[in-house]
């Protein structure tokens, strides 16, 4: 059992459902969906959360085949995509707050209504409690780092997304052998409506990970959260000036803090956070320091694959320091501040 994925651990082991799955068996009731009716909808949704809350712990309680649930023609999964496509029309999916109608423009991540994805493969690459991990690299990003490590990724859209189609890739990928369906990319919020609409297609019992910058709004917290069994989130700045001068993004501090938490009382988290040279003691001191005393016991992944690429390479003069990879004295450091504050490092 993986201290701080306990649960996880066991979906792998098919001793326990995955919560999209869960969600999926809770009969809903469909209304059509409009500006006017998303109020109802989203009524609806509370409603059946607290059944969906109950239903997770009963679940919990033994174990179950997920080859013997019933699925209804209608769920609580089937309502929350048909939220998301709602809230597509003003979208606040991320801290960004655009607000604009998706079907008609686009705000800051550049992403319509249609989702693009780059690559979907067994990763080897990824934490050990996750591979063979079937990760989906979705295009797009909601931040732009001076640094992006996928550059390749985030400035392009590459195939279009088939929801059933990929439905059907991640049960390959599971019978080839992946652990999990990992949604990345760039980022996987922003993409949130066609990755509710992917998980309708799937029957099987697969663990759901959330690759996430953890720059979601609460709304889109509030329906996500339901579906996924690890937060893979990225915790990258101790202080909203650099996450300002770097990712552009204002209120980081703030935002993602408050998304940890929410995160860690609902589900399982793995927390990664990668050391960037001189941002030792403004960063990864005070984000250790913080998940002792917030979220204690957290699986935490301490990154030093830090490579100065994208626009550091191009301006090396203008992001100095950050333009050159971690010293040895800095990974010395930053595993010294995981002993202080006692952190459940992957190892
Ligand atoms: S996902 Fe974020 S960045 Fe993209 S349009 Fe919505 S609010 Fe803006």
Redesign the pocket.
């Known amino acids: 059992m993986i201290p701080g994925l306990e649960r996880y651990s066991l979906v792998c082991e098919g001793k326990r459902i995955a919560r999209f799955l869960i969600a999926k068996t809770i009969e809903a009731e469909k209304t059509e969906c409009n500006d006017e009716t998303l109020k109802e909808m989203l009524k609806q949704h509370s409603e059946l959360k607290k059944e969906f809350r109950k239903l997770v712990k009963e679940f919990d309680e033994e174990e179950t085949d997920a080859g013997e649930l019933e699925f209804p023609e209608y769920s609580f999964l089937h309502l929350k995509a048909d939220i998301l496509r709602e809230m597509?029309h003003g979208?606040?999916?991320?801290?960004?707050?655009?607000?604009?109608d998706?079907y008609t423009s686009?705000?800051?991540?550049?992403?319509g209504v249609k989702s693009y994805y780059a690559s979907e493969f067994l990763h080897m690459g990824e934490e050990p409690e996750l591979i063979p991990s079937h990760t989906i690299f979705f295009n797009?990003c909601?931040f732009s780092c001076v640094f992006c490590q996928n550059y390749d990724i985030v400035y392009d859209d590459d195939y279009p997304v088939n929801p059933e189609e990929m439905a059907k890739v991640i049960e390959i990928r599971f019978f080839q052998g992946s652990r999990n369906v990992n949604f990345v990319g760039g980022n996987p919020?922003?993409h949130a409506h066609t990755i509710l609409e992917i998980l309708c297609h799937v029957s099987l019992s697969i663990p759901v990970v959330w690759n996430s910058n953890m720059?979601h709004?609460e709304e889109l917290a509030e329906v996500v959260e339901d579906v996924v069994d690890v937060w893979l989130g990225d915790f990258k700045y101790g202080q909203d000036s650099c996450a300002e001068r770097y990712s552009r993004v204002k209120n980081y501090w703030k935002v993602v803090t408050r998304n940890f938490k929410r995160a860690y009382e609902n589900g399982e988290v793995l927390l990664r956070h990668l050391v960037m040279p001189n941002n030792l003691e403004c960063c990864t001191y005070r984000i250790a320091e913080w998940v002792s005393r917030n979220i204690p016991g957290v699986r935490f992944n301490m990154m030093f694959q830090y490579r100065p690429e994208f626009m550091v390479r191009q301006h090396p003069e203008k992001w100095k320091g950050i333009a050159r990879r971690l010293t040895k004295e800095e990974m010395e450091r930053a595993m010294e501040i995981a002993r202080i504050f006692d952190l459940n490092l992957v190892e």
């Open positions: 597509l979208c606040t999916f991320c801290e960004r707050r655009c607000g604009v998706r686009k705000g800051f991540c550049r992403c797009r909601t919020d922003q720059y709004s």
